[in-house]
């Protein structure tokens, strides 16, 4: 009886283990599945005193390309539209973001001790890396260090960017 017992345990144990295992296997491929190609995501969330949105197609494992809205007003004003192409480097919960992109936008500075400079508009080569914290299947938490070179001014903007991504399947 008592070998029985322990039979049923280790066998109960083994089960378990291995469902265990399973949906282990089943979530990470899951994950792995919605940034694949043919996947669409949007997402949105806070600049640093400003607001982002964007949204795309993976057309490549890990590769989305889409495009992106920003609003920022933090030491001047700056309405920002354009495309970009990110890399997701990994496969679990915690994963590596680099990319790239071009906007256009009008910016404009604010000064403290003078009249307010005119606004202009300008091309803006933008890099960025950051990482991105998966929540659940579908939704994920991104932070990002955008850097940008603007084209008409010859200056370098810094936008530190959180953003909510929902990904919405095929």
Known sequence: MKQLLHS????????TVGQAQDMFFKEGQATYQTNARGHWM???????????????????????????????????TRYE?????????????????LGTGVTYGQFKGWTFDGPL??????VKLNALLGL???????VSFEGVAKIGW???????????????????GR
């Open 8 to 15: 049923a345990l280790l066998l109960l144990l083994f089960n």
């Open 42 to 76: 949007a997402g949105g969330g806070l600049t640093f005193i400003g607001v982002t949105g964007k949204a795309g197609r993976f057309v490549a494992d890990h590769l989305w390309v889409g495009g992106e809205l920003e609003h920022l007003s933090f030491f001047g």
């Open 81 to 97: 539209a354009g495309v970009f192409a990110r890399y997701y480097k990994g496969k679990g919960m915690l994963n590596g973001i």
């Open 117 to 122: 400079p005119p606004a202009y508009r300008s």
């Open 132 to 138: 991105e914290l998966r929540l659940t299947e579908r």
């Open 150 to 168: 603007l084209t008409a001014a010859q200056c370098v903007q810094f936008s530190p960017q959180g953003s909510l991504n929902v990904y919405l």
